[in-house]
């Protein structure tokens, strides 16, 4: 071999091992877009479906009016007599919504009975069943996550005291008012007592209370708790909470139902991305053969020397070097149709490992799923 030949080899050899370094960088930084992003979309779609299927969670709200303005319903007194909803709940069953409006005017989560995996990774935030319902004296606690699967309580570090925390149920507003938090280890059970304040003794008191994961971006070694105390209820049917309610500029009071923080609806709504995945794969074959017919793809027809000098003026760049070179060199007609092509084909890829790679990865790689949380059927 000759030592211009093994030069273009070196370079060959190099270029392959810096686009396989970067194919890997690319791979990483998906990997973070899909757990931090990809899968709160997922728990959004989750939600959304779930309000669905409860008539009472996704009806409007009886306004009162026929112009759009809403009633602020009637606090009633810490003192009257304070009814308890639900009573009771099944593992996985929708209790209600939690609003925090410290964390954006739209923010709102579905809460669920139970703490599992199972239930935070897709339902919002889980109650505790072993401690109180909204309403009762004792403690409401509450788990989220801080981070992945739409961080509902991503936030938690940006309450200040007299924030409002409020749950709403079928038929009641109940408003907390945050009061102080602590870091404990994840061993330390005293957050979900009846009385966290002084577990040895009855509580006296209604409260709410929050945990999630500390620290927020990395394995959490400890857990980050939240405590609120009961201010007043009020029924839905006559309106909303003042502290959910806002004046437009023409004065006109409204309560924002848009959810999950503004995220559009046709992106809650999509769920799955097999269907996309599909229309891909099928826009793909019918772009290559059409491109294989009109321009007649070397391995379809074969060209003259004057059709491939015909083709070498279509060709408006390049195809890179390498492995990412040889992709491009493979499709068929001028630059501009192969990389239309390559593009389509690199959707693909990131739509499948979306779709089916990192929550495969998520679930089997010990590392990956003590890092993300996840479970099989998210």
């Known amino acids: 071999m000759s030592g211009r030949q093994q030069g273009h080899a070196a370079i060959v050899v190099v270029t392959v091992l810096a686009q396989l370094l970067l194919t890997l960088a690319a791979v990483c930084g998906l990997y973070i877009a899909w757990m931090q992003w990809w899968t709160g979309v997922n728990a959004a779609h989750d939600q959304y479906e779930t309000r669905q299927s409860v008539p009472w969670a996704h009806s409007t709200l009886d306004s009162g009016s026929t112009d759009g303005t809403v009633r602020i319903a009637s606090p009633q007194p810490a003192d009257s007599e304070v009814p308890v909803q639900p009573q009771s709940a099944q593992t996985g069953e929708l209790m209600g919504m939690v609003y925090i409006p410290r964390f954006g005017q739209q923010w709102n989560r579905n809460l669920v009975q139970g703490v599992e995996l199972a239930q935070l990774n897709t339902a919002g935030l889980g109650h505790y069943p072993i401690t109180q319902m909204p309403g009762a004296v004792g403690n409401v606690a509450i788990a989220g996550h801080r981070n992945g699967y739409g961080q509902p309580l991503g936030d938690i ?62 394995t959490p070694t400890h857990r980050w708790i939240a405590y609120g105390e009961f201010e007043y209820w009020a029924k839905t049917a006559d309106g909303v909470p003042k ?48 491109g294989a017919l009109i321009f007649r793809w070397p391995r379809w027809k074969r060209r003259t020397a004057s059709d491939a000098r015909r083709a070498s003026d279509r060709t408006v760049t390049r195809a890179p070097a390498g492995f990412y070179g040889w992709i491009v060199r493979l499709q068929p007609g001028p630059a501009v149709v192969q990389w239309i092509l390559v593009l389509i084909l690199a959707l693909i890829a990131v739509v499948a490992l979306f779709e089916w790679g990192f929550p495969w990865a998520a679930s089997h790689i010990d590392f990956l799923r003590a890092m993300s949380g996840y479970t099989v059927g998210n």
Request: hydrophobic share 40%.
């Open 243 to 290: 502290e959910l309610a806002s004046d437009n500029a023409h004065g006109v009071t409204q309560f924002d139902m848009r959810d999950f923080d503004g995220m559009p609806t046709w992106l809650v709504k999509i769920g799955s991305l097999a269907t996309v995945f599909l229309w891909l794969v099928v826009a793909y074959i019918v772009l290559f053969v059409l």
């Open 157 to 218: 570090d940006q309450l200040r005291e007299g924030d409002a925390i409020i749950v709403r149920t079928q038929d009641y507003w109940y408003v907390y008012r945050y009061t102080n938090y602590k870091i404990v280890t994840p061993d330390d059970t005293s957050a979900i007592v009846p009385n966290p304040e002084d577990p040895t003794a009855a509580p006296t008191k209604r409260m709410i209370t929050l945990t999630t994961c500390e620290p927020k971006y990395s």
